[in-house]
């Protein structure tokens, strides 16, 4: 800082009102472009958490399945955002803000409920689901043939 004489014959050692908005506005400016793309990033990672979550969950029932005599259900239930293995077991719920939408599973009757059916074979009732959260969307894939569970970053 550079000392600065007054008309007085003393030094001013502070700064002006002026140099100190400049550095306010600057560091405005800078948060302003970078809040979104934080805020972005992080949608991004707590909806990449819940596909990877639906995912595995969906691999557990159809590994269940091919160890086991009888055909696995998995349950998706897209209206209350949930899903779960067998009609047991309470359903799982996504994170605030996720949306999931299902496509090519069969539905219950009467119910916006779809189900995934993994046979002892591997086959499966082939589909997909979308989870979108902001600007980010997956897309978690069940293969008919195999019963594979794939999960890819859409857009």
């Known amino acids: 800082m550079i000392a600065r004489e007054s008309k007085i014959g003393g030094t001013d050692a502070g700064y002006t009102i002026l ?13 302003a472009i ?7 990033s992080r949608d991004a990672s707590v909806l990449e958490g819940a ?24 349950i998706l239930d897209p209206a209350r955002r949930a899903y779960g293995a ?3 077991k309470p359903l799982k719920k996504l994170a605030p803000g996720i949306a999931m939408s299902a496509s090519g599973f ?6 916006a409920r779809m189900h995934v059916r993994f046979n002892p074979d591997g086959t499966a009732t ?12 997956l897309s ?5 043939l195999t019963g594979s569970v794939r999960v890819k970053r859409l857009g």
Do not use: Q
Request: aromatic share 4%.
């Open 34 to 40: 970078v809040a979104p793309r934080v805020s972005a």
């Open 51 to 74: 596909g990877a979550r639906l995912a595995a969950a969906m691999a557990v029932a159809r590994a269940s399945s091919i160890s086991g005599p009888s055909p696995r259900y998995f």
């Open 140 to 144: 978690i894939s069940v293969d008919w």
């Open 86 to 88: 067998d009609r047991e």
């Open 126 to 137: 082939g589909g997909a689901i979308i989870l979108r959260k902001s600007r980010s969307a």
């Open 106 to 111: 069969p539905s219950e009757l009467g119910n």
């Open 19 to 31: 140099e100190v908005l400049i550095v306010l506005v600057v560091l405005a400016a800078s948060a």
